[in-house]
């Protein structure tokens, strides 16, 4: 986990997209969205799923006021929001579709470097 007083850790990103710097959401969006959707698809195996659960998991992000608890990095909280919406999605809808309790965030942890989720 990165250092809290380090600007360009995820945590010090998050707390500046809090206090209204747009930009911090920009470099948080750009460093975890591949591995974001890459993580749903895995998990979904439906690329539509995925991408509606994505864009609620960012929106889910924006409108919390919460952070990271404990020693959990921001990628194992992001995926976690992902992870539960799309437990949300499963159970409105009466599908039964468990997950494992654990998941391998190694996995889907590649550096973003491309402009958008591909559906590749």
Known sequence: MAVPD???????????YRAGDAAAFEALYARHR?????????LSNKVELAEEIY??????LIRSST????????????????????IDHWRKHGI?????DSYDEQLHAQADDSAAPSNS
């Open 6 to 16: 380090d600007p360009s850790s995820d945590e010090s990103l998050l707390a500046r």
């Open 34 to 42: 591949q591995g974001l959707y890459r993580f749903l698809v895995s």
């Open 55 to 60: 864009q609620d998991t960012w929106l889910s």
């Open 67 to 86: 952070q990271p608890q404990g020693r959990a990095s921001f990628r194992t909280w992001l995926f976690q929001i992902a992870r539960n919406r799309l």
């Open 96 to 100: 039964h579709n468990p997950l494992h």
